[in-house]
C-alpha cells in the first residue's frame, strides 16, 4: 500500500512539503486539505497588488491547479482539518457542503499557518477593521480604496504595516501609522537605525506616530478612527497590522506539545511531540542559529525551508534543519532595510555581551554617478568576537548582503575575519572598500 | 629620530599603505615617490570615462593633494625611483628637473604596479596603438574618438579589453574585440557561463572574435588593422587590452626575490626576502586562500588590502594579510558578471576534483514585474564538499552574491550548508528560493 501523507494547509510550507515528499516518495498518496479557496499564492505580494507594482491578485497565485496534478497531488480546498486522531492516525476534515470525512495517514505535516492578530482594545468588534492576511483581505482593502477612500490609519509598524502604508499611499491616501513602541520595525531593527529608516518614510509623506498604544477604535458601527496614545487619528480605512499568531489550536487539541514561543514544538526534522506528526511554516518553532533556543519566525523562506525538510522526512527519507537567524529584508519605496541574526537590543536580552560598529558608505564608487547612501551596523559578540547580527539600509544589494552576513554568521565568522574579506568591487557597482569590510574594521578599534 | 618610511608608488596600494602607516605611527616621517604625474586615481573608472558615465578624467582622483597634506604625508611626484640600496637603506630618485637624491629609509615598500604588455607581436612598434592603464592612456583614447574615429580593434577580451569596448561602443564606434583563447573573460569564466556574456556582448553589437590569436599589426608607420586568425580587422583605434605585467625591475635589481608568478615574493605580512621592504598591489604575490599557493591578483580591492597590511607593519605594528579568491565583477551593459574562488578550469589545472551546479532563476519573484536573469555556477571540491568556487551572471545583486560565496569560501563552508542556509526574501528583491542555495541544491543532488 503507497505510503499516505496529508498535509494541513496549501501555503509556501505545505506545498513546498507536499513537493519534498513526492520527490522523495515516488508511489506516496499525498493530500493536502485548506479550509481557504485559493492555495498556493505569495502572501507577500500582496501590499504590492494593492500598490499598483503587480496587476492582480490571481498574479500572486505561485501554485496552478496544474502544478498539482503534475505532482500527483490530492488538493482539497475549502475543506477545514476539525481534528486530529493521533492514535488511529485519521485527520477529521469537513468540505463546503458539510460532508466531514477521516482521512487516514501514516505521516501528518501541520502547516496551518498564522492568523491576523487583534489585541483586546475597546472597539475591535467594530465593522470595517481591515488585515493584510489573505487574498481575500488584500480584495477587501483595494475595494475600500475604489470606493473612494482617502485616509488611512495602520496600526502597527513591522513590516507589513509599513508596505500596506507605503501601498495606501501609492493609491494616493493620506496614511497615518501608530506604533505603540517608540520605534519602526522593533523585529528587524535597533533604535538608531530604525530613526533613519522612519524619517524616510516621514519624507515621503506618510505621517508616523511611534510611542503610541492604540486605546479604542472609534467610530459608531463602522471603524472610523482610532484613539492612540490620547490623540486621535481618523481614517476611511482602518488597519490592523499588529501582527499574526500562530494557528496552534488544532495541534493542541490532538495532544501536539507547543514550545516557549506557543508555536508548535518541533525538532530538528520537524517533528511534533507525536510520532510520524510534523509541523511547519508559520505555526512551527525553529531553533535561532546565534542562542540555540526555540524561536518563532514567520518568513516564506523559513516556510518553504520547513517543509522541505518535513516533505522529506515524511515520505521516510531523512533531513534536518539547520536553523534560523530570522534574514528578512522588505523594499521601502527606493530604500532597501534588511536585518539577520541579533540585534543589538535582542542580543542584549539574550543576555549577549557585544560590541556593533555602525558605518555610512556608499553603493557605487564616490565618483560614479547615482551612487546611493548605504548604512550597516554589525553586532557582534565582544568575547569570542564573532558575528551575531546586521542590519543594513541601503539603496542597492542589501538583500545579498544580508545573506553575506547570515552566512558568516552560521559559519561563525568573527569581525577580524570580516575586516579581512576578500570582496569583489567595480566602480558602478560598490566601493573599493566594501562596507561590510569597513563596519567590521570599526567594530575591531572598539575592541583594541 | 622619527621612523622613515618610503613608498614607491602613490596609487591604490602606496597611497592605502601610507594612511595606514601615518594610523599607526603618527610621528613617522612618510615619503611616496611616484614618477607620475597623476596619483591617487582610480584605474578601474577610466573605461566609464571614456563611455562617458563619468564626467571627467579628474573626476578619477581619489586623493587630492590635500589629503596628502592632512595625513602629513610627503608626496613627490614626476620623481622616478631608479635603483635600491637594501644595506645603506636608501632609494636613490631622480626628479623632472634631473636631480638625484638618495632617500634614506626604516621601512620600504614597493608599489610599483604593473603595465600594459604587448606580446612579441609582428608590427607591435607602430604608432597609434592604444592601451588603457593610466589617466593619459584615456585622455589619448578620448583625443582620438574625438579627432573622428569611427571603427576600433581591441585585442584582449579579459575584463579591461570588454570595458574599453563597451565604453567605444558607447561613443558611437564600431567594436571588433579579438581573443586569442575560444572564450572571452578566461581568468573569471568558464566557457559554459562566457558563452552567455559573450551573446549578450553581441546582440549589443559588439563583434567578438575568439580563438583568434593576433599575428600581425598591419598599416604603414600608423597602426589600421590586425591580422588574427589569418583574417584582416581594420580600425581607425587599435587597443591592447593583452593584460598587464608587474613591474618589478627596481625589485629585482635591488636581489629582492620574485616568485613563481615572476612578482614580488611575499609573505602574510607583505615583507619582501629583503628585511625591512614591503611589496604590495599590482607587483606583489598573494597566497590563494583555496589553492594556498603563490598567486597574482591584480585587483583594486587587493592592492588596498595589501596597501593596509604592509602600512602597519611598516610603521612597527602587526597586520597579517589572508590571502586571496580573486573576487572580482564588472557591469557590462546592464549585466554583472562577477567571479569569485577557483573557475572550474583552474580547479582541474590544481588538480582539484570538482563537482558544479548551475542553474538559471529571477532576480524578483516571478510574479514581480522587472525580475531579470540571473545565472549561478557553483564549484565545489568533490570530496570535502567545500564550496571553492562561483561565477555569476545577472541583473541585480551579483557583487554581493559573490561576496557572499567568498565568505563562505573563506569559511570553508560545505554544499550542504549552503542548500540549507538562511536566507532574505521579499517579493521586489529576490525569489523565496535563493538562487545560490538552488545552485548548492544542484550540486547535492549530484553528489548523491
Same mark, same amino acid.
Given at each position: 500500500?503507497?505510503?499516505?501523507?496529508?498535509?494541513?494547509?496549501?501555503?509556501?510550507?505545505?506545498?513546498?512539503?507536499?513537493?519534498?515528499?513526492?520527490?522523495?516518495?515516488?508511489?506516496?498518496?499525498?493530500?493536502?486539505?485548506?479550509?481557504?479557496?485559493?492555495?498556493?499564492?505569495?502572501?507577500?505580494?500582496?501590499?504590492?497588488?494593492?500598490?499598483?507594482?503587480?496587476?492582480?491578485?490571481?498574479?500572486?497565485?505561485?501554485?496552478?491547479?496544474?502544478?498539482?496534478?503534475?505532482?500527483?497531488?490530492?488538493?482539497?480546498?475549502?475543506?477545514?482539518?476539525?481534528?486530529?486522531?493521533?492514535?488511529?492516525?485519521?485527520?477529521?476534515?469537513?468540505?463546503?457542503?458539510?460532508?466531514?470525512?477521516?482521512?487516514?495517514?501514516?505521516?501528518?505535516?501541520?502547516?496551518?499557518?498564522?492568523?491576523?492578530?487583534?489585541?483586546?482594545?475597546?472597539?475591535?468588534?467594530?465593522?470595517?477593521?481591515?488585515?493584510?492576511?489573505?487574498?481575500?483581505?488584500? =480584495?477587501?482593502?483595494?475595494?475600500?480604496?475604489?470606493?473612494?477612500?482617502?485616509?488611512?490609519?495602520?496600526?502597527?509598524?513591522?513590516?507589513?504595516?509599513?508596505?500596506?502604508?507605503?501601498?495606501?499611499?501609492?493609491?494616493?491616501?493620506?496614511?497615518?501609522?501608530?506604533?505603540?513602541?517608540?520605534?519602526?520595525?522593533?523585529?528587524?531593527?535597533?533604535?538608531?537605525?530604525?530613526?533613519?529608516?522612519?524619517?524616510?518614510?516621514?519624507?515621503?509623506?506618510?505621517?508616523?506616530?511611534?510611542?503610541?498604544?492604540?486605546?479604542?477604535?472609534?467610530?459608531?458601527?463602522?471603524?472610523?478612527?482610532?484613539?492612540?496614545?490620547?490623540?486621535?487619528?481618523?481614517?476611511?480605512?482602518?488597519?490592523?497590522?499588529?501582527?499574526?499568531?500562530?494557528?496552534?489550536?488544532?495541534?493542541?487539541?490532538?495532544?501536539?506539545?507547543?514550545?516557549?514561543?506557543?508555536?508548535?514544538?518541533?525538532?530538528?526534522?520537524?517533528?511534533?511531540?507525536?510520532?510520524?506528526?510534523?509541523?511547519?511554516?508559520?505555526?512551527?518553532?525553529?531553533?535561532?542559529?546565534?542562542?540555540?533556543?526555540?524561536?518563532?519566525?514567520?518568513?516564506?523562506?523559513?516556510?518553504?525551508?520547513?517543509?522541505?525538510?518535513?516533505?522529506?522526512?515524511?515520505?521516510?527519507?531523512?533531513?534536518?534543519?539547520?536553523?534560523?537567524?530570522?534574514?528578512?529584508?522588505?523594499?521601502?519605496?527606493?530604500?532597501?532595510?534588511?536585518?539577520?541574526?541579533?540585534?543589538?537590543?535582542?542580543?542584549?536580552?539574550?543576555?549577549?555581551?557585544?560590541?556593533?560598529?555602525?558605518?555610512?558608505?556608499?553603493?557605487?564608487?564616490?565618483?560614479?554617478?547615482?551612487?546611493?547612501?548605504?548604512?550597516?551596523?554589525?553586532?557582534?559578540?565582544?568575547?569570542?568576537?564573532?558575528?551575531?547580527?546586521?542590519?543594513?539600509?541601503?539603496?542597492?544589494?542589501?538583500?545579498?548582503?544580508?545573506?553575506?552576513?547570515?552566512?558568516?554568521?552560521?559559519?561563525?565568522?568573527?569581525?577580524?575575519?570580516?575586516?579581512?574579506?576578500?570582496?569583489?568591487?567595480?566602480?558602478?557597482?560598490? =566601493?573599493?572598500?566594501?562596507?561590510?569590510?569597513?563596519?567590521?574594521?570599526?567594530?575591531?578599534?572598539?575592541?583594541?
Amino acid at each position: 500500500m503507497p505510503r499516505r501523507i496529508v498535509i494541513i494547509g496549501a501555503h509556501a510550507a505545505g506545498v513546498d512539503a507536499a513537493s519534498a515528499a513526492r520527490k522523495t516518495d515516488r508511489t506516496a498518496d499525498i493530500t493536502l486539505v485548506t479550509e481557504e479557496k485559493h492555495c498556493g499564492y505569495s502572501r507577500c505580494g500582496l501590499p504590492f497588488v494593492i500598490g499598483g507594482q503587480i496587476p492582480s491578485f490571481p498574479s500572486l497565485i505561485v501554485f496552478l491547479p496544474s502544478y498539482f496534478q503534475m505532482m500527483k497531488l490530492n488538493l482539497k480546498t475549502e475543506t477545514k482539518a476539525t481534528s486530529i486522531d493521533t492514535t488511529n492516525k485519521t485527520v477529521e476534515a469537513t468540505d463546503k457542503n458539510g460532508k466531514t470525512e477521516a482521512i487516514p495517514y501514516d505521516s501528518l505535516i501541520i502547516s496551518t499557518g498564522a492568523s491576523s492578530f487583534m489585541p483586546p482594545i475597546k472597539g475591535k468588534e467594530k465593522q470595517g477593521i481591515y488585515s493584510l492576511r489573505t487574498l481575500e483581505d488584500g =480584495e477587501k482593502i483595494d475595494a475600500a480604496i475604489k470606493k473612494g477612500g482617502k485616509t488611512a490609519v495602520v496600526m502597527g509598524a513591522g513590516l507589513i504595516g509599513l508596505e500596506t502604508a507605503i501601498a495606501l499611499k501609492e493609491r494616493g491616501l493620506k496614511v497615518t501609522v501608530i506604533e505603540m513602541l517608540p520605534q519602526i520595525l522593533p523585529q528587524m531593527l535597533d533604535p538608531d537605525l530604525a530613526k533613519g529608516a522612519q524619517e524616510m518614510l516621514e519624507q515621503k509623506g506618510i505621517n508616523i506616530q511611534t510611542g503610541k498604544p492604540v486605546e479604542e477604535i472609534l467610530g459608531a458601527e463602522k471603524a472610523t478612527g482610532v484613539l492612540a496614545g490620547g490623540q486621535q487619528f481618523d481614517g476611511d480605512l482602518i488597519v490592523s497590522a499588529f501582527g499574526v499568531r500562530a494557528n496552534t489550536q488544532l495541534a493542541a487539541n490532538a495532544g501536539i506539545a507547543l514550545g516557549d514561543t506557543k508555536a508548535i514544538k518541533t525538532n530538528a526534522r520537524m517533528e511534533t511531540s507525536v510520532k510520524d506528526v510534523y509541523a511547519v511554516g508559520d505555526c512551527a518553532e525553529s531553533t535561532h542559529i546565534v542562542t540555540q533556543k526555540p524561536t518563532l519566525m514567520q518568513f516564506g523562506t523559513v516556510a518553504v525551508r520547513h517543509g522541505k525538510v518535513s516533505g522529506i522526512n515524511a515520505a521516510g527519507g531523512y533531513a534536518l534543519f539547520t536553523g534560523v537567524l530570522g534574514s528578512s529584508v522588505s523594499r521601502l519605496y527606493e530604500t532597501d532595510v534588511g536585518s539577520t541574526g541579533l540585534t543589538d537590543g535582542a542580543a542584549q536580552r539574550a543576555r549577549i555581551e557585544t560590541v556593533t560598529g555602525t558605518i555610512t558608505s556608499k553603493t557605487k564608487a564616490d565618483y560614479y554617478p547615482g551612487a546611493l547612501p548605504i548604512k550597516v551596523k554589525l553586532v557582534v559578540e565582544k568575547e569570542s568576537q564573532r558575528i551575531i547580527g546586521a542590519q543594513i539600509i541601503g539603496g542597492e544589494e542589501v538583500t545579498q548582503r544580508i545573506n553575506a552576513i547570515s552566512f558568516a554568521i552560521q559559519k561563525q565568522m568573527t569581525a577580524r575575519e570580516l575586516a579581512k574579506a576578500d570582496t569583489a568591487y567595480a566602480p558602478p557597482v560598490c =566601493e573599493t572598500w566594501e562596507p561590510l569590510v569597513l563596519a567590521a574594521e570599526m567594530v575591531m578599534m572598539k575592541l583594541r
